[in-house]
């Protein structure tokens, strides 16, 4: 489904050049649930970044569905990014005046579709993430662990082949993180949906059914 081919990145900072990401191939396929593990400045972002279609490589390739990312028109990334890409970021990025049915109705804006169905698919996603009774609340009236599963729910409305998440229990506790990773689990296993973490949190980290790691841009799996 996803895959990277030999991918490396490299950024030129001031007279430097830091290569962040290393010849890294990975192939994620349907309904996987991969972590990513590795220190701040591993190069975890970029890669995420690069998976997502929001940066594209200095060399090596990524392919979604067999398209090479990198030989697209920005119209069409904006539109892989919108249907087939879910996004969960450490920092929530809920807007904070629309309550939690408004927030993960958000990404189905551009989308054709009758207002019933959007106000359909986002209160289905809400009830699964366990917040039918809180549809209408704003994200300050909810908990930390309530407004990034709206991100969650969020990330799944326009019912992508992959869920990207960076960092997703970085402003959590320690139990409600192991809630939020079952919640992921379980959410892959009833859309089908992959999921790939990317985390410095080790205990985040090994509830992943396929672990990697990565250091000093370079990948590999956990444990070799």
Same mark, same amino acid.
């Given at each position: 489904?996803?895959?990277?081919?030999k991918?490396?990145?490299?950024?030129?900072?001031g007279?430097?050049?830091?290569?962040?990401?290393?010849?890294?191939?990975?192939?994620?396929?349907?309904?996987?649930?991969?972590?990513?593990?590795?220190?701040?400045?591993?190069?975890?972002?970029?890669?995420?970044?690069?998976?997502?279609?929001?940066?594209?490589?200095?060399?090596?390739?990524?392919?979604?569905e067999?398209?090479?990312?990198?030989?697209?028109?920005?119209?069409e990334?904006?539109?892989?990014?919108?249907?087939?890409?879910?996004?969960v970021?450490?920092?929530?990025?809920?807007?904070?005046?629309?309550?939690? %049915? +408004?927030? @993960?109705? #958000?990404?189905? /804006?551009?989308?054709? $579709? =009758?207002?019933?169905?959007?106000?359909?698919?986002?209160?289905?996603? %809400? +009830?699964? @993430?366990? #917040?039918?009774? /809180?549809?209408?609340? $704003? =994200?300050?009236?909810?908990?930390?662990?309530?407004?990034?599963?709206?991100?969650?729910?969020?990330? #799944?409305?326009? /019912?992508?082949?992959?869920?990207?998440?960076?960092?997703?229990?970085?402003?959590?506790d320690?139990?409600?993180?192991?809630?939020?990773?079952?919640l992921?689990?379980?959410?892959?296993?009833?859309?089908?949906?992959?999921?790939?973490?990317?985390?410095?949190?080790?205990?985040?980290?090994?509830?992943?059914?396929?672990?990697?790691?990565?250091?000093?841009?370079?990948?590999?799996?956990?444990?070799?």
């Open positions: 489904m996803l895959t990277l081919e991918v490396s990145k490299t950024y030129n900072v007279e430097m050049q830091v290569e962040a990401l290393k010849d890294v191939s990975l192939t994620v396929n349907e309904a996987d649930f991969i972590s990513i593990m590795g220190p701040s400045g591993s190069g975890k972002s970029t890669l995420l970044h690069l998976m997502g279609a929001l940066d594209v490589p200095s060399s090596g390739h990524v392919c979604l067999g398209k090479d990312l990198s030989t697209l028109k920005e119209s990334l904006t539109v892989i990014r919108r249907t087939q890409i879910g996004f970021f450490q920092a929530f990025n809920v807007v904070p005046q629309l309550t939690a %049915l +408004e927030n @993960v109705e #958000l990404p189905l /804006r551009p989308h054709r $579709l =009758p207002t019933s169905e959007k106000q359909k698919r986002a209160e289905e996603l %809400l +009830e699964k @993430v366990g #917040l039918s009774a /809180r549809m209408n609340h $704003l =994200p300050r009236q909810l908990s930390g662990g309530e407004i990034q599963r709206v991100a969650v729910a969020r990330a #799944l409305v326009n /019912r992508p082949k992959i869920v990207l998440a960076d960092e997703p229990t970085g402003e959590l320690s139990k409600t993180s192991l809630q939020l990773v079952e992921m689990k379980k959410m892959k296993e009833e859309t089908h949906t992959a999921f790939v973490i990317v985390t410095h949190d080790f205990a985040l980290g090994k509830k992943a059914e396929r672990k990697l790691e990565l250091i000093d841009g370079t990948l590999k799996e956990k444990g070799d």
